[in-house]
């Protein structure tokens, strides 16, 4: 099915260790995005990339680093992980207005991947 | 800034009540409100939208109005089902970025 895939869909890391998120949309979208959900304080936008070639932060980017390896991919990596970025993580995409859509600039979510950092 | 507020929850109701999520927004300009639903173990999926105002969204018997006089978007459902039970969240997107609402979660039982 045509959509948004994540990679892993569960990790365990201890303090210091470091990993890459990997995401994929086979949807032509232009525009990917790395949301954190944590209890109490719904999704949280951590980096996103607006076109292909840039990335911006979001809300909460500190700790993270991102690329836009191409159209299609956008990775999340975490340098030196810390038991505050314990959390459920999922990547999204969308278009543009004006990259041939009809109405509103709908997110797509990946089925998230759950990482706990020991 | 722009902000979404919704709800909190949990919720709990009983199979065939009438359900009401309440949703507002701050935004500049003119943005697009969206409510997407969250499963078990799932991602986020779109359950409906409206991108102006007095537009109405629906799906799957849930409705919600865009109400610029209010800067509401509350979500309701005249009878809700097991299979609703899910987490709800109110969503708005302004040309640059989305804005979520902290969710709310709703249980129905039998």
């Known amino acids: 099915n045509a959509g948004v895939t994540q990679t892993p869909k569960f990790q365990v890391l201890k303090t210091g260790q470091s990993m890459t998120l990997q995401c994929a949309q086979d949807?032509?979208?232009?525009?990917m995005y790395w949301y954190r959900q944590d209890p109490g304080m719904g999704l949280r936008l951590i980096y996103y990339s607006a076109s292909e070639g840039t990335t911006d932060k979001g809300e909460v980017p500190n700790g993270y680093n991102v690329s836009r390896l191409n159209k299609r991919e956008f990775s999340l990596r975490l340098e030196s992980a810390a038991p505050s970025q314990t959390s459920v993580y999922f990547c999204a995409s969308s278009r543009q207005p004006g990259q041939g859509s009809s109405g509103a600039n709908v997110l797509t979510f990946g089925a998230g991947s759950r990482l706990t950092v020991l | 800034g722009d902000s979404v507020t919704q709800m909190e929850g949990p919720v709990t109701l009983s199979e065939e009540a009438f359900l009401t999520i309440n949703c507002t927004y701050t935004a500049t300009g003119y943005p697009s409100l969206f409510w997407y639903v969250q499963y078990p173990g799932e991602g986020l999926q779109l359950l409906l939208k409206?991108?102006?105002?007095?537009d109405k969204g629906s799906n799957k018997g849930f409705e919600a109005t865009y109400r610029k006089e209010t800067t509401s978007f509350h979500l309701e459902k005249g009878s809700v089902q097991v299979s609703d039970s899910a987490v709800y969240f109110c969503?708005?997107?302004?040309?640059?970025?989305?804005?979520f609402g902290t969710g709310t979660s709703l249980t129905v039982i039998p």
């Open positions: 969503a708005l997107y302004t040309g640059n970025q989305f804005y």
């Open positions: 949807m032509n979208h232009n525009s």
């Open positions: 409206a991108t102006k105002a007095d």
